[in-house]
Nanobody, 123 residues
Framework: QEQLVESGGGLVQPGGSLRLSCRVS????????IGWFRQAPGREHEGVSC????????YYADSVKGRFTIAKDSAKNTVYLQMNSLKPEDTAVYYC????????????????WGQGTQVTVSS
């Protein structure tokens, strides 16, 4: 059974860092594209970053470029999102999702989703 489980969220002060993990099971991590999305209260899912299954190419939303880094560890079936220089506007529930077709920032193209992990950036 396909399953994605996020962890690593929490409360952090502005300027701080967090590393989110997305543990994947029931899927070949090297055969699927993984995306990170976030959803703040009252807002739609926003694509944050994704990593291509084909060549590991990474993509980032302009709002996080230079601050967030996505990485994959196939041996551990885990994808990470390193988040540095966090801002209050980064506060949201963060989700990872799997898409066998292509790395996109469009939530509806992803078939499998985790349950989400809360990230709160506040002093």
């Amino acid at each position: 059974q396909e399953q994605l489980v996020e962890s690593g969220g929490g409360l952090v002060q502005p300027g701080g860092s967090l590393r989110l993990s997305c543990r994947v099971s029931g899927l070949d991590l090297d055969g699927t594209n993984i995306g990170w999305f976030r959803q703040a209260p009252g807002r739609e899912h926003e694509g944050v970053s994704c990593i291509s299954r084909l060549d590991g190419t990474t993509y980032y939303a302009d709002s996080v470029k230079g601050r967030f880094t996505i990485a994959k560890d196939s041996a551990k079936n885990t994808v990470y999102l390193q988040m540095n220089s966090l801002k209050p506007e980064d506060t949201a529930v963060y989700y990872c999702a799997a898409n066998p077709i292509g790395p996109t920032a469009v939530a509806t193209t992803y078939d499998y989703w985790g349950q989400g992990t809360q990230v709160t950036v506040s002093s």
